[in-house]
């Protein structure tokens, strides 16, 4: 039972383009949505989070986008640079609970 | 170091043996977690510790599994009788924690133990 999808395994974009990650999930309980960064041989690094309470999160190049009716959220870098190139977590908590249900991971590279 | 800290980095093994894993967390911080990733997948839970609370072990795979964490800090996870499945990098993460502020509990990772289990 995957609650927290990444539907795409990879993709790749061109420097200095917007990069638009993709998330779903199917817990209507879940309430804390986070990104994270992984490069290889390294922890995931937190990027950004958003609450449901709101439907839009911003810092810096990263933009989270969140739809609850949709059970959808994004999110977007703009301008893409070579060193955003890595492996992209979304997870969600909820239902009072601090453990984190992760997506399979989306890798991006960014073309120079 | 500022960082949470897993040890060894690399773990290889043979089936039947038992290992451990040491996490150190933060300096402060009081909720620590163990996830593990296996190849080509997401992160999944494996238990969570927080102050003196007892800790959710909901995602623990099987009773092969088990882990402590000694005075607050320093966290260690056992596998006993290991599994080829059980191959797989380890995660610990630490955070703060708060009822009211969900930005504290951001949680941070450490670098993993990747097991090779023969």
């Known amino acids: 039972d995957q609650q927290v999808k990444q539907n795409s395994p990879s993709l790749s974009v061109q420097e200095g383009r917007i990069s638009i990650l993709n998330c779903d999930y199917t817990?209507?309980?879940?309430?804390?949505f986070l990104w994270y960064k992984k490069y290889p041989a390294e922890g995931p690094t937190f990027l950004i989070s958003i609450s449901s309470i709101k439907d839009k999160n911003e810092d810096g190049r990263f933009t989270v986008f969140l739809n609850k009716s949709a059970k959808h959220l994004s999110l977007h870098i703009v301008p893409s640079q070579p060193g955003d190139s890595a492996v992209y977590f979304c997870?969600?908590?909820?239902?009072?609970?601090?453990?984190?249900?992760f997506g399979q991971g989306t890798r991006l590279t960014i073309n120079p | 170091g500022a960082g949470v800290s897993q040890s060894p980095s690399n773990k290889v093994t043979e089936k039947g043996k038992d290992v451990e894993l040491r996490c150190d967390p933060i300096s402060g911080h009081t909720a620590l977690y163990w996830y593990r990733q296996s190849l080509g997948q997401g992160l999944e839970f494996l238990i969570y510790f927080q102050g003196n609370s007892a800790p959710d072990k909901s995602g623990l795979p099987s009773d092969r599994f088990s882990a402590e964490r000694t005075g607050g800090s320093v966290s260690t996870l056992t596998i006993q009788r290991t599994q080829q499945e059980d191959s797989a990098v380890y995660l610990c993460?630490?955070?703060?924690?708060?009822?009211?502020?969900?930005?504290?509990?951001?949680?941070?990772f450490g670098a993993g133990t990747r097991l090779s289990v023969l």
């Open positions: 817990n209507s309980m879940f309430d804390y």
């Open positions: 993460a630490s955070s703060l924690y708060s009822r009211v502020d969900r930005g504290k509990n951001i949680q941070y």
């Open positions: 997870a969600a908590s909820g239902q009072g609970a601090q453990k984190l249900v």
